[in-house]
Structures are given as structure tokens and as C-alpha cells.
């Protein structure tokens, strides 16, 4: 059940801010959200997403392939919408 809610809600994400074709333009999402996205090499994480009073950052490995920041860039805009409370 839950599964399908998050499913539901990502559709209707995707058709509000008009992302129908693939792949996903994901840094494109993020901003119209408002997120900011940074990239550093590190080897500490992948990725992880910071809020401060009304910003959120997304922070991305520029060590990594371009499909693992893609898939974390998507990871971290999940987290966003999800838990906005945290």
C-alpha cells in the first residue's frame, strides 16, 4: 500500500512540473523545487540533503559516475518530499 502511495505521488509530481520523457531531467526537478544542488569529490558519502530554515541543499560526490549523481540527486528529492519534516 504504502508503495503505491509514493508511486502515486511521484506521477503527480512529474506531471505537475511537466517531466514526461526519459530520462528524468532530475537537476531541473530539484530547482523547481527550490533545492540547490553542490558537487565536491569526497569520500565520505554520496549524497545527503541539509535544510536550514527554508533551504535545502542537496549534496552530490562528483566522484561519481554520472548515474550514481543522477540516482542521488532522485535519492535526496525523495527524502525532500517524504520526511519534510527532518
Do not use: C
Not at 12 to 27: H, N, R
Not at 55 to 73: E, H, M
Amino acid at each position: 500500500m504504502l508503495n503505491r502511495q509514493i508511486e502515486a505521488r511521484a506521477e503527480q509530481l512529474l506531471k505537475t512540473l511537466g517531466a514526461s520523457s526519459i530520462p528524468i531531467p532530475v537537476e531541473k526537478l530539484a530547482a523547481k523545487l527550490g533545492l540547490r544542488i553542490s558537487k565536491a569529490p569526497t569520500d565520505d558519502f554520496s549524497g545527503l540533503l541539509l535544510r536550514k530554515d527554508r533551504i535545502a541543499l542537496i549534496g552530490v560526490n562528483s566522484k561519481d559516475s554520472p548515474t550514481r549523481q543522477r540516482f542521488t540527486i532522485a535519492h535526496e528529492i525523495a527524502h525532500f518530499l517524504l520526511h519534510p519534516r527532518q
